[in-house]
């Protein structure tokens, strides 16, 4: 990432954190806080900081040696992802969408910007949208996902050097989700444990069947079509790891599917699950779901 980052954004970082002068009229666009609670925050983000006279020109100051020290690029991050953290809102949501706006407008034209990464904030290149990969990864950390963020990072990290192994880790990421459901429900785990069997079996306990009655009729026949394709991406990848992943075999050195494929079914694989752990919120939006380990693996 390139640091340091101009006065602006120091500024505009400045402004979320302490909220603003103390003599400003004008209502705080982050949260106002005084010295101490400035301090307190900055504790939080592992930074000594005492304020030493006023409360926002010591805060600047502190700001300017970070982004000016050998590690702007691990302390910076780190304290504007709390400043945007979107849980200090939660009864005022505008204002979070006013803290990324006077942020954003300042970080693009250092080539950054803040996004939200399932319930996280990040600081990210700007222009390049969070995948989907990414908000799943916040979405498990949120909710103690690991063994989905387990089967991710496998995924990602052998795409291209051991496509056939990403193809495997993706499908593993789906089961994951099934079989985390399905134990959290007390349901039993179906006689068939590949992921097709999964998928099929945690689609009527969250509402996911096709032929359910309980949609709109303008839009019923799209949303079960959507449904049915959602089945058969799941199937899809399931049998690409059959035939061409490693779970099952294959012979030493020799790469059935290449990258591209790889990715495809780690994309795929990472929608889907999103869409079930998505659908878990909304259904249980008070229930978490915790790690559930393959019995098997």
């Given at each position: 990432m390139p640091f340091p980052l101009s006065p602006q954004s120091i500024d505009a970082i400045a402004d979320i954190i302490s909220g603003g002068g103390g003599?400003?009229?004008?209502?705080?666009?982050?949260?106002?806080?005084?010295?101490?609670?400035?301090?307190?925050?900055?504790?939080?983000?592992?930074?000594?900081?005492?304020?030493?006279?006023?409360?926002?020109?010591?805060?600047?100051?502190?700001?300017?040696?970070?982004?000016?020290?050998?590690?702007?690029?691990?302390?910076?991050?780190?304290?504007i992802e709390a400043a945007a953290d979107p849980r200090d809102f939660i009864h005022e949501p505008e204002r979070h969408i006013a803290v990324l706006d006077h942020l954003n407008r300042a970080l693009r034209f250092d080539g950054f910007e803040v996004q939200q990464q399932g319930g996280r904030m990040r600081l990210v290149e700007a222009g390049k949208n969070v995948p989907v990969l990414a908000e799943l990864a916040g979405l498990s950390e949120v909710i103690d996902f690991d063994t989905v963020s387990r089967d991710l990072d496998r995924a990602l990290a052998s795409s291209q050097t051991d496509p056939e192994d990403?193809?495997?880790?993706?499908?593993?990421?789906?089961?994951?989700?099934?079989?985390?459901?399905?134990?959290?429900?007390?349901?039993?785990?179906?006689?068939?444990?590949?992921?097709?069997?999964?998928?099929?079996?945690?689609?009527?306990?969250?509402?996911?069947?096709?032929?359910?009655?309980?949609?709109?009729?303008?839009?019923?026949?799209?949303?079960?079509?959507?449904?049915?394709?959602?089945?058969?991406?799941?199937?899809?990848?399931?049998?690409?790891?059959?035939?061409?992943?490693?779970?099952?075999?294959?012979?030493?050195?020799?790469?059935r599917i290449d990258a591209r494929i790889a990715r495809l079914s780690i994309h795929a694989a990472s929608t889907a699950a999103l869409f079930l752990i998505e659908t878990w919120q909304r259904k249980f939006p008070a229930r978490p779901l915790p790690k559930v380990d393959d019995p098997a693996g």
């Amino acid at each position: 990432m390139p640091f340091p980052l101009s006065p602006q954004s120091i500024d505009a970082i400045a402004d979320i954190i302490s909220g603003g002068g103390g003599n400003d009229t004008t209502p705080p666009i982050g949260i106002y806080r005084s010295g101490p609670k400035i301090e307190k925050f900055m504790r939080a983000c592992n930074v000594a900081f005492t304020v030493n006279g006023s409360r926002v020109p010591s805060l600047v100051q502190c700001l300017i040696n970070l982004n000016n020290g050998f590690e702007a690029d691990q302390a910076l991050p780190r304290i504007i992802e709390a400043a945007a953290d979107p849980r200090d809102f939660i009864h005022e949501p505008e204002r979070h969408i006013a803290v990324l706006d006077h942020l954003n407008r300042a970080l693009r034209f250092d080539g950054f910007e803040v996004q939200q990464q399932g319930g996280r904030m990040r600081l990210v290149e700007a222009g390049k949208n969070v995948p989907v990969l990414a908000e799943l990864a916040g979405l498990s950390e949120v909710i103690d996902f690991d063994t989905v963020s387990r089967d991710l990072d496998r995924a990602l990290a052998s795409s291209q050097t051991d496509p056939e192994d990403a193809v495997t880790a993706a499908c593993s990421t789906v089961e994951s989700v099934c079989r985390s459901i399905l134990i959290e429900l007390g349901l039993p785990l179906p006689a068939k444990k590949d992921v097709q069997g999964l998928y099929n079996a945690v689609k009527q306990p969250l509402g996911l069947s096709p032929d359910r009655s309980d949609i709109d009729p303008l839009i019923a026949n799209d949303v079960r079509q959507i449904l049915s394709g959602l089945a058969t991406v799941i199937g899809g990848v399931g049998a690409l790891r059959t035939h061409g992943g490693d779970a099952h075999g294959r012979e030493k050195g020799y790469a059935r599917i290449d990258a591209r494929i790889a990715r495809l079914s780690i994309h795929a694989a990472s929608t889907a699950a999103l869409f079930l752990i998505e659908t878990w919120q909304r259904k249980f939006p008070a229930r978490p779901l915790p790690k559930v380990d393959d019995p098997a693996g």
